[in-house]
């Protein structure tokens, strides 16, 4: 019995549409690839989820969506990893807009301090141009090569209360981002936040935001999964616990991506606080590739152009991604999940479409074993879906063709 799901696309009307979805479109364009069958047969194991978006012009380029889903469901857990850094960076320029303080603002210098044992100093930033960090320097380097650090600090700038009760306002009632990444933190620890100063080019303080402590009730979940993990050197047989760490549903990723994008087809309260310079700036380190990147500098060899594009490139070194496409993007990897939330143009062939998966290659069910399927299952997956749906939609009749002159953009070099 095909599933059908219900998923809400926000009107610009200030009302939300509960559409029907039915999933049969994408399991017989998906069965007709013998690139992906594997993983569609085993899509249950994988805890594989994806969401596809059809978006259609008309004659006056208004933009309108038509979603697909495959295997849907909020009741599975996946871990989106540092595809919650997506949300954490359109929050910090949010917040910013929102303090409305003279001289604050993303270019700002930014110096991170320390109130605990658990939270360290962070003064500059050699990447940057000036040698000090700001929103600005760590939002690029967010997306272009989703750096933990960088996200550490919009996470501490922002707090913890601040993010939930903000995803909260907009409609994602369920979403948790409650820790910081890709360092080992206790649950008390995230709840603190370090204080911060904001300083102007003569080091006078423009803005201090004071040490935080947030005292949010996380929603309680159950998450538990896989057959055991390892602890230091150990190994723990018995489920891996994922209860108290974030949670984005799939097709909430999709709608706080497009609502980005596509500001205009969301009501105001569905929407970050955004001015359209700041969405201008996301377009650009959304899609801008590692060797296009002036400030921060990365060495390609590292950081290759495919680097953080795993739909349509999966992470092969040596994919070329051609100068008509461009990949408005947020990824996440670990614990053996593979996440990707993309907007994807080619403006040679006047193709636009959304598309967001999330796959699990984790065979032994171990956790922190660093035996995850990324290279033969996960990325190769990722690469050939995104291919399969673009290459529908290159054969896909449209009515109006689109003007995509939006996103054509000039990048660093």
């Known amino acids: 019995m095909q599933k059908i799901y219900l998923i809400l696309l926000f009107l610009s009307t200030g009302t939300a549409m509960a559409q029907k979805i039915d999933e049969r479109f994408l399991e017989k364009l998906m069965s007709e690839n ?25 004659a006056k380029n208004v933009p309108s969506f038509k979603s ?7 009741d599975v857990y996946y871990y989106p990893a540092s595809a919650a850094k997506m949300p954490t960076a359109f929050l910090a320029l949010q917040k910013l807009n929102e303090l409305n303080k003279k001289g604050l603002t993303k270019t700002t210098s930014m110096l991170t301090d320390s109130a605990s044992n658990e939270q360290y100093n962070v003064h500059e930033d050699k990447s940057s141009k000036n040698g000090k960090a700001s929103i600005e320097h760590y939002i690029k380097k967010v997306f272009m090569v989703s750096d ?24 994602y009632p369920d979403a ?9 933190v206790s649950e008390a620890g995230n709840r603190h936040t370090n204080p911060i100063r904001f300083l102007d080019g003569n080091g006078k303080l423009v803005y201090e935001k004071l040490a935080e402590l947030s005292t949010l009730k996380y ?19 018995k489920p891996f616990d994922f209860s108290i760490k974030n949670r984005l549903y799939l097709d909430d990723m999709t709608n706080m991506l497009l609502s980005v994008l596509f500001p205009e087809n969301y009501a105001t309260n569905k929407r970050f606080n955004l001015k359209k310079e700041d969405c201008n700036f996301l377009y650009k380190y959304m899609s801008q590739l590692p060797s296009e990147s002036t400030y921060p500098e990365y060495d390609t060899a590292e950081f290759y152009d495919s680097y953080c594009k795993f739909l349509m490139y999966g992470s092969e070194k040596n994919s070329v991604i051609p100068s008509n496409i461009r990949i408005f993007n947020k990824i996440g990897v670990a614990y053996g999940f593979i996440t990707d ?14 598309l967001s998966a999330t796959i699990h290659v984790n065979k032994d069910g171990i956790f922190n074993d660093d035996k995850y399927e990324y290279e033969t299952v996960g990325w190769p997956f990722m690469k050939n879906l995104g291919k399969c749906i673009y290459d529908f939609e290159k ?10 002159k939006k996103f054509k953009l000039k990048y660093d070099k």
Not at 156 to 169: C, D, H, P, T, V
Not at 176 to 183: A, D, F, K, N, P
Not at 219 to 237: A, H, M, P, V
């Open 34 to 58: 013998p690139l992906l069958k594997d993983v569609i047969a085993n899509k249950d194991s994988h805890r594989l989820q994806i969401v596809y978006t059809q978006i259609n012009r008309d």
């Open 68 to 74: 697909y889903t495959y295997n849907l469901n909020h």
């Open 148 to 171: 933990n650090d960088a996200n550490n600090r919009l996470y501490e700038f922002l707090g913890q209360a601040y993010i939930n009760n903000s995803l909260k306002k907009l409609g």
């Open 176 to 184: 948790q981002i409650i820790h910081r990444l890709g360092v080992s």
């Open 219 to 237: 929603i309680k979940r159950k998450d538990f999964l896989g057959n055991g993990f390892y602890k230091k050197d150990s190994l723990i047989n």
């Open 341 to 354: 939330v993309a907007y994807i143009v080619d403006f040679e062939n006047n193709i636009e479409f959304a």
């Open 395 to 404: 054969n896909r009749g449209r009515k109006y063709k689109p003007n995509l």
